[in-house]
């Protein structure tokens, strides 16, 4: 099992890849577009600021590859909202992949949400053996809103996606790498499941 981790200057690559190690599976970090095509699964992480991870990305061309990618790919934090159409962080288009513009979090809540929160409405073989209302942790100010796509939710002020998936692309939005063994497990279901 050959799986890339995307590694264009905004992603949080080494949890991600420790924790890979730490399933068994050895996860190779690279911005090189023939290792990524041909990988068995895609990481797509992402940490920081909307508009300059898009800089990053266009200035290796990954914004052309990464939607026409055929293989599993899995967005983490800025990564699955970097895969929406548009980000008011930094008012910036992004991916087309996820039809959804990234929105901020009302100005009455406290942001951005750092901590623990649950995820409910779970569908997907990704979230095998998760329970409904299972806690994860998440750090961000801006969210993508509830779609046909969302395949799991959060509620900080508002219902948002917490996950979503469309075809071989799927997002969440908490740390799967940082949210313990719950979250090695989303992990594990994302490298076995086809």
């Not at 981790?5 to 690279?30: F, H, M, P, W």
């Not at 899995?74 to 087309?96: K, T």
Request: hydrophobic letters at 35%; aromatic letters at 10%.
């Amino acid at each position: 099992m050959k799986v890339a981790i995307i590694d264009y200057g905004a992603g949080n690559t080494q949890s991600v890849k420790y924790a890979l190690k730490r399933l068994g599976c050895e996860g190779v970090l690279t911005s090189d577009k023939e290792v990524i095509s041909n990988s068995d699964k895609v990481i797509f992480p992402g940490v920081g600021q909307a508009s300059s991870a898009m800089k990053k990305l266009k200035s290796k061309s990954l914004d052309v590859l990464i939607p026409n990618l055929k293989q599993p790919v899995l967005g983490i934090c800025l990564g699955m909202q970097l895969m929406c159409n548009f980000s008011e962080e930094g008012d910036v288009d992004c991916l087309r992949i996820f039809d959804s513009n990234v929105k901020r979090f009302n100005n009455l809540l406290k942001v951005p949400q750092i901590g623990w929160n649950t995820i409910f409405d779970l569908k997907t073989k990704l979230f095998d053996s998760i329970n409904e209302n299972e806690y994860m942790y998440l750090v961000h100010s801006y969210y993508v809103p509830v779609l046909t796509d969302t395949v799991a939710t959060s509620n900080y002020g508002i219902n948002y996606s917490t996950a979503v998936k469309k075809n071989n692309f799927t997002g969440v939005q908490f740390h799967p790498e940082k949210s313990g063994s719950k979250g090695e497990l989303v992990l594990k279901n994302f490298i076995n499941n086809k």
